[in-house]
């Protein structure tokens, strides 16, 4: 009570302004529908904040925008997609800062391993902003076939992508598997990890400033196996990154992802031990990828057997 | 009961009601707004408010005003009721049987017509159990076209007329239009209401044409007159409209034509249905209500049919008494449906397109 006095006196102390930890669905940042949270607590187990508990009809709902975001992301030309995935690295820096406090007590690290953590997630950015123009010229192209025909391939996006983030990396892992997905023009419903979910939900505020469309990235936090099982059996969804996903929940999500033929990325046996600081390479890129190819006829081959 | 009709039916007997002669004995029934005792036969009692332009207007500007925020709270909260597992599954089939499943695009082919007809019969071919839609609702010039497409099925045809949507041509066309779409099949007739005559206070011509569509569908087709509720700019306005139209002897009264910003709203539809229970009590005629527009999703439909429970009663849900006018509607019913079937959630892959 004596606090009444010393305000006006020195140094007033000020009121902590608690953040309410949100969702990321369709560009905007809802609660839960079901109302719930849970507590996150950092590594020590002292309690963080509260972060939205989802139900499987928020990842309904995440879906509904990804999918109505999908047309115009897919759309866009892949050189602007690669401007705005670099914007998000250039958003991220700004707010290091924050994301170096949060990844260190998420993770239990100390600042400077944190930090490194931080840097080479805003890097993972740059370089998935690089492939957006490039990664057709590796996995398409023109094929000879044996006829008066030019045979053209071309990959374009698989649709909405349902992604299991990395349960340990609680940023750099996560960054590392949705940038790959959205970079080709897919859109992607991300379950963010159980254990650490406040990076992800902070990311949603940089990916919301970012000029990223809405509904483009969708963060959903809570556990796991409850949003990933309706997700994995969601007609409407055409891909699923089983990343994050244990042994147990990854063979039963896929069992349920064969009902409409998603595409499944696996967990690999190196992800399990996975350092996300190595070099990505493409994989992660060319699994949500489908080949369209054109046949055009040449017209009639002159006499010398060519139409030149 | 909606909050504000207790609040009229209480006071009714003190509000100035001239709804009858003078020497009515009726008239210190204290019932429910316009009633006058025992129905004597389709609108009978009510018989007299439409005799002349001012009696007409003495009476429905006698018609207990609307408590707006009462009637938008209360629409509010009936859309709170949660419907569940069987509930859903029985709510989800009604609203399906419910659908007057509709194209009126300048755009539409005979082609398209005939593609709605099919899944007007059969909305999820992947799934017989399904049961058809109410009604396909098409441009005059297409009902032939419909009536072919649906031959044979129980679907009825409704067509639009009397120059739909906007209303605004001579009596003589209004009418052509009707007998055409008559003579080609349709069993029921969507007409709009001069809602230029009704803002302008000439009540009796709003009336008098309904009289003359109504005579003009014959014995065969049932009459659905549309409002325009997104024009009549107040909810006085629209229970004043509500009680024209039944007073005229429409078989329904419908919302809106879809092509307004603002069309069918739970309030707007509350208050219809407040209109019609009042008009059943008062005549013992009973009249069906259809929302039309801008119901896309199956959250909403169910919705709608609390609100017909809650208002009207179990009477009307039926699709001889309540209809929902949409399109986009009924795909999202499927996909609840699938879900609710397989219980995997469904996705626009697996309904048509239209």
């Known amino acids: 009570m004596s606090d009444h006095v010393s305000l006006s006196g020195s140094a007033a102390r000020r009121l902590s302004v608690f953040k309410t930890y949100k969702l990321y669905v369709g560009g905007k940042f809802p609660r839960s529908e079901s109302g719930r949270v849970y507590e996150v607590t950092d590594s020590k187990g002292n309690w963080l904040a509260n972060a939205p508990l989802s139900s499987r009809k928020d990842a309904r709902d995440a879906v509904v925008a990804a999918r109505k975001a999908f047309g115009g992301w897919a759309g866009k030309t892949a050189y602007l997609r690669g401007q705005i995935l670099y914007r998000v690295a250039e958003m991220l820096e700004g707010r290091r800062d924050q994301f170096v406090r949060e990844v260190a007590e998420a993770e239990g690290l100390s600042k400077s391993k944190a930090a490194a953590q931080v840097d080479a997630a805003i890097d993972r950015w740059v370089w998935y902003a690089g492939w957006t123009d490039k990664i057709s010229q590796v996995v398409g192209g023109g094929n000879p076939v044996a006829g008066p025909f030019f045979n053209l391939s071309t990959p374009e996006p698989t649709g909405v992508v349902a992604v299991v983030a990395p349960q340990e990396s609680s940023f750099l892992g996560l960054v590392s598997v949705i940038a790959p997905v959205i970079a080709t023009g897919n859109t992607a419903v991300v379950i963010a990890g159980e254990k650490s979910p406040l990076p992800a939900l902070s990311l949603g505020e940089v990916l919301a400033t970012s000029d990223l469309p809405g509904g483009v990235v969708n963060i959903l936090s809570g556990r796991t196996a409850e949003i990933a099982t309706p997700l994995a059996a969601h007609r409407d969804v055409n891909a699923i990154d089983l990343t994050g996903a244990d042994e147990v929940l990854a063979k039963e999500l896929e069992i349920a992802a064969a009902d409409n033929l998603k595409r499944v990325l696996r967990p690999q046996p190196v992800d399990n031990v996975v350092d996300w600081t190595a070099d990505p390479g493409t994989h992660r890129l060319t699994a949500f990828l489908e080949t369209k190819t054109v046949w055009h006829p040449t017209g009639s081959l002159g006499p010398s057997g060519s139409s030149y | ?354």
């Open chain 2, 1 to 354: 009961m909606g909050v504000y009709s207790c609040y009229a039916r209480r006071y009714a007997p003190l509000v100035t009601m001239p709804i009858t002669a003078p020497a009515s004995p009726a008239d210190s029934a204290g019932g429910p707004p316009g009633t006058t005792g025992p129905a004597v036969g389709p609108a009978h009692a009510l018989a007299d408010v439409t005799a002349s332009d001012s009696a007409l207007r003495r009476f429905l500007h006698g018609l207990p005003g609307v408590d707006a925020v009462g009637l938008e709270a209360r629409a509010a909260s009936l859309g709170t009721r949660s419907i569940k597992t069987t509930a859903k599954a029985y709510a989800i089939d009604l609203a399906i049987s419910m659908i007057d499943l509709t194209t009126l695009e300048g755009a539409d082919t005979p082609g398209k017509v005939r593609a709605l007809g099919a899944k007007a019969v059969h909305p999820d071919p992947t799934d017989r159990t399904t049961p058809q839609v109410a009604a396909v609702c098409v441009y005059p010039d297409m009902v032939a076209t419909a009536k072919e497409a649906v031959a044979g099925s129980g679907v009825k045809v409704a067509s639009v007329a009397t120059a739909f949507p906007a209303g605004r041509a001579p009596l003589g066309v209004k009418l052509a239009d009707v007998r055409e779409a008559v003579a080609a099949g349709a069993d029921e007739i969507d007409m709009v209401i001069d809602r230029g005559a009704f803002l302008s206070g000439r009540y009796l011509k709003v009336y008098d044409e309904i009289v003359a569509v109504k005579e003009a569908c014959g014995t065969d087709a049932r009459l659905k007159v549309i409002f325009e509720t997104g024009e009549l700019a107040t909810y006085d306005n629209i229970r004043r409209a509500s009680w024209i139209g039944m007073l005229a002897g429409a078989d329904f009264i419908k919302t809106s034509t879809g092509k307004v910003a603002v069309n069918a709203t739970p309030a707007n539809t509350l208050l219809m249905l407040e209109a019609v229970r009042d008009f059943r009590a008062a005549t013992g005629v009973q009249v069906g209500v259809k929302p039309a527009g801008g119901i896309r999703t199956s959250k909403d439909a169910i919705k709608f049919l609390v609100l017909v429970n809650e208002t009207a009663g179990e009477d009307w849900l039926d699709n001889h008494w309540f209809r929902f006018g949409a399109s986009s509607l009924l795909n999202d019913l499927l996909m609840q449906r699938q879900k609710l079937a397989t219980g995997r959630y469904s996705g626009p892959d697996y309904v048509t397109v239209d």
